[in-house]
RNA sequence: GGAGAGGUUCCCGAGUGGUCAAAGGGAACAGACUGUAAAUCUGUCGGCAGAGCCUUCGGAGGUUCAAAUCCUCCCCUCUCCA
């Protein structure tokens, strides 16, 4: 087995903060190891942000170690306050369940499951049966309110507002891990930033119930340059699912990323080697936009497939050009074998029967139609604006659709620069 | 349980009877400049229509020619006290 795979996810970035790294490094090198991290079922699909802690479970598998991915069926019951600025909406157990299923279904494509190798474990299955006196009495005790209040995760929430459910979160969550070290030997838990409380809370119940040291590592959180959450834009979550965003959509998050942030993306979720991406986020000017093409191309690759990632890519380059069409820049992407002499591009398309082209269909519908804008008034500004396209001839007032503008059987409109819609006449 | 503060358009946050579709900032969107980046500048930023209407200021009623603004009841949040 590789005994360097902490080294490599520290050089990767990956390491936010780790427990006596030192013996765990040791105790990673020793022996296949089984770890943990936790992914609460808050929705049907991942999103971009789950994909480090996807990421560095690839990593240790790879490594020969085993990940255990916690689904959260009990813990969301409660909602996690970490990092968040109020009470979110009580999810219903339905819909938890039914979320779960969306979420595991997505992280079967990501690990090795065969033979054991990865564990899906629900704490809905030791969480949902406890007795709360009982509980109280064998766990709770071990907890000091003082200590859990000066907690990263609840100091800003103890400014507005937390309730007892949510302050319960850290509890659970180390209780999860209490079990988890008794019953499958796990003695690694991984999270973002934001979970240190709740993991430094399991290692300490556990030194205390079961006398074992475990360990926690936490991953960097990652913010656009105004703060935000990463993985955010103004349609909402860049999501894993293809149903939520689209494959092209999803290339065209990683492609326009900022130019500081290509190392670090690289390094996150890639799995170029990484002198590679030291010399890849090195390159200048035009360069960094093939750079951007890499990046783009292998996470999506990482997500949706090699197939689906090529034709997002052809499709983007017969959109805005190729960065690099001469292939200069060197790289073991295997973006690197894709001609570009056949154009098979997968444009967002909507199909209009020639019913609805004569009852009088005007611009302005077609562009909500196609959901490139969403009202009529945000459309008439769109185009006073000079924002809107019909076969790239800006629109300069509304009017009425016609058989004559479809050139070769479709229209192409535009919205701004990067959203465009390709309609077909049935 | 008592006292106080408060719930405003995506977010923060002004606004205390008409001049309020509601200041300001952020986010977002469009344009210019660029490299499908960032920064910057300009414009837009409830809906429908084109200068008139409709729906918004926690919820439900009420007062008034007129209410985000006043009254009543209810819901929720926070602070202090018990």
Redesign the pocket.
Known sequence: MSCKVYQELEERGLVYQSTNAESLQKLLQEAPQAFYIGFDPTADSLHVGSLIPIIVMMHLQKAGHRPIAILGGGTAMVGDPSGK?ELRQMLTPEKIVENGKGIAGQLARFLDFRDDRCRLINNADWLSSLKYVDFLREIGRHFSVNRMITAESYKQR??????FIEFNYMILQAYDFHVLCKEQQCRIQMGGQDQWGNIVAGIDLIRRTQSVETYGVTFPLLT???G?KFGK??AGAVWLSSERTSVLDFY?FW??????EIRRLLSFFTFLPMPEITRLSALQ??A??RV??ILAYEVTTLVHGQEAATTAYKT??S???S?DPELKVETSSAIRNISLAQAEVELPTLELSSDQLNTGMTLVDLF?LTGLS?????T???I????A?LNEQRINADRQLSQADFKKEKIIIR?????FYQILLK
Request: proline share 0%; aromatic share 4%; charged share 35%.
């Open positions: 600025t103890l400014e507005t507002g937390l309730s656009t340059s105004s935000e834009t103004a065209q492609r326009n990323c900022e130019d500081s000017d035009q960094v936009n951007k093409e983007a380059i959109r805005f050009g960065a909500i969403k009202s009529k008034s945000q008439r500004r769109l006073e604006q000079g924002g396209y919205a701004g620069k990067k959203r």
